[in-house]
């Protein structure tokens, strides 16, 4: 199998996103992985991998491409100018059907919009949303979206955000009939914006219709109590509930490490514990539900986190190849066909 990876898309360049990469091959002798970025700078990146991973250079295949989408570039710039960058070729390669999958830390706004261009949306569609997955409940997961693709969403996009989510929840996950929520300020039906509201009014009456199981509003901390297999939302709202999301955890784990080892009897807590506190980490950390779905394309596109270390790329890559193995941009167009015209939403909306 071949993904596409575009290399240049890191805060800190293409280090960890070649690491990353090398990590992923190592562990999958069946995977290529071709990399689009200036070939000098990433043949220096393949010389500095640790000893464990040199191996992998083999199947890592560097694409020379000298240009690259800046972190302030504007989606505009991108379609206008964006044809040569790392990020389009990636793009293109998927598109021809030569990689089954890319992976790309860049910038979001460039990414959706040359992906909504180059890759093409499913029938029906005005925009793709970008969703992931978070741990709620016990030991499960509700997927969000969307998170930063679209700021601002009419209640014919929410609707198709609900059909997509649950589209993914069933392929993912083998949910028969998913759970979906719009999330919003309170579950009162006089709460929340405009579109909300028309949005909730749309699948209440048609959720049987579009095979959805849908339970009305949610509220932020609904989402990880394991009640909603999905919770939609538009970007902005998903995007600020996500990274808050990252850091909480981050923060608490911080300052229970801290709270464990200031004192003796902490410290012996903390050595006691020390194996329920590593499991606890490795479960929650956002490390390992890195790696957000461009839902709605013709082909998978995953946008992973601009900071994401090697370890956190790694898990990227392993989502994009799930989602090659459900075939899920496949499942989720036929899934939108089957249930027919969305009302308004089957209308393309700029």
């Known amino acids: 199998m071949r993904l596409a990876i575009d290399a240049m898309g890191g805060d800190e360049g293409p280090r960890c996103i070649v690491e990353g990469s090398a990590r992923a091959v190592v562990e999958r002798p069946e995977l290529e992985l071709v990399l689009f970025g200036p070939a000098q700078r990433l043949a220096t990146e393949l010389k500095r991998l640790p000893r464990p991973l040199a191996a992998a250079a083999s199947r890592l295949v560097v694409r020379d491409t000298p240009d690259y989408v800046r972190p302030d570039a504007t989606a505009a710039w991108a379609l206008r100018y964006g044809h ?165 955890t981050r923060m608490l784990v911080k300052r229970l490490q801290t709270a464990l080892g200031s004192r003796p009897s902490g410290r012996l807590a903390s050595w006691l514990a020390r194996p329920l506190l590593r499991q606890l980490q490795h479960e929650l950390s956002p490390v390992r539900y890195n790696g957000a779905t461009l839902l709605g394309l013709k082909a998978s596109v995953v946008k992973s986190h601009g900071s994401a270390d090697a370890e956190g790329f790694y898990y990227a890559i392993e989502r994009a190849l799930h989602q090659v193995a459900h075939s899920l941009p496949a499942r989720v167009e036929r899934l939108l066909l089957e249930r027919g015209p969305r009302g308004a939403s089957n209308k393309t909306t700029h």
């Open 84 to 248: 040569a960058t790392s990020m389009a070729a990636m793009l293109s390669m998927v598109k021809s059907g030569e990689a089954s999958a890319g992976v790309s830390a860049g910038n979001t706004a460039a990414l959706v919009a040359l992906a909504r261009r180059d890759v093409g949306l499913c029938g029906g569609l005005s925009r793709p949303a970008i969703s992931t997955s978070i741990p709620s409940g016990q030991n499960g997961r509700c997927y969000l979206l969307d998170l930063g693709a679209n700021v601002d969403s009419p209640p014919e996009r929410l609707v198709d955000f609900a059909l997509m989510g649950a589209a993914m929840a069933q392929c993912l996950d083998g949910i028969e009939k998913p759970s979906v929520a719009l999330l919003n300020v309170g579950v009162e039906a006089v709460k929340g914006s405009a579109s909300v509201r028309k949005a909730d009014a749309c699948l209440r009456e048609r959720a049987e219709s579009l095979g959805l199981d849908y339970r009305g509003y949610a509220e932020g901390g609904d989402i990880y109590q394991g009640e909603f297999d999905v919770v939609v939302c538009d970007g902005f709202i998903g995007n600020v509930t996500l990274k808050a999301s990252e850091g909480l």
